[in-house]
């Protein structure tokens, strides 16, 4: 992509699996840089899940240099245990972008499906589907986990378009 650009890192947290995305932005237009998946074993000890997550998503910022990350925040609905191991793993990948000093913008599930696809209530896989054609890619990012910290990064975008010039 031509003229100035920035590296926008996208985080969908989770205990057992935190997903990240990076984007390239140029102006309005939207790349792909890499996605994957933080996976921890249900098994470990939580201490050493947690670290894991803040590890590999340390990495990832190391590799790829993103300025900004978007961050979806956690969800609570009716299952507290799963929003507090949320919380956790979430609080792990924060760390990691704070100590190398990204800027973070903190975007509930809804906002997300809104910036993404236009309904804050989308299912997954129209989330996936606009991820895929906003980004340009050939199949739908895989696993979920990725594809939705896709759309946080994607959803940064729409609502920090102030800070970048």
């Not at 000093?101 to 209530?121: N, R």
Request: glycine fraction near 10%.
């Amino acid at each position: 992509m031509a003229g100035t650009a920035r590296i926008i890192l996208g985080i969908d947290p989770g205990l057992a699996h935190t997903g990240w995305g990076v984007v390239e932005q140029c102006g309005s237009r939207l790349g792909c840089v890499a996605y994957g998946c933080v996976a921890t074993p249900a098994d470990a000890p939580l201490a050493e899940r947690l670290l894991k997550i803040h590890h590999q998503v340390g990495a990832v910022i190391e590799r790829f240099r993103p300025s900004c990350v978007g961050v979806e925040t956690v969800w609570f609905g009716n299952n507290v245990t799963a929003a507090f191991a949320t919380g956790q793993a979430r609080g792990a990948a924060l760390v990691a972008c704070a100590e190398m000093g990204l800027a973070v913008g903190e975007y509930s599930p809804s906002q997300i499906k809104l910036a993404v696809v236009g309904e804050g209530t989308a299912e997954k896989e129209q989330v996936q589907y606009m991820v895929r054609h906003l980004l340009k890619l050939e199949r739908d990012p895989a696993p979920d986990h990725a594809a939705d910290a896709l759309a946080a990064a994607i959803c940064y975008t729409t609502h920090e378009t102030g800070r970048f010039a």
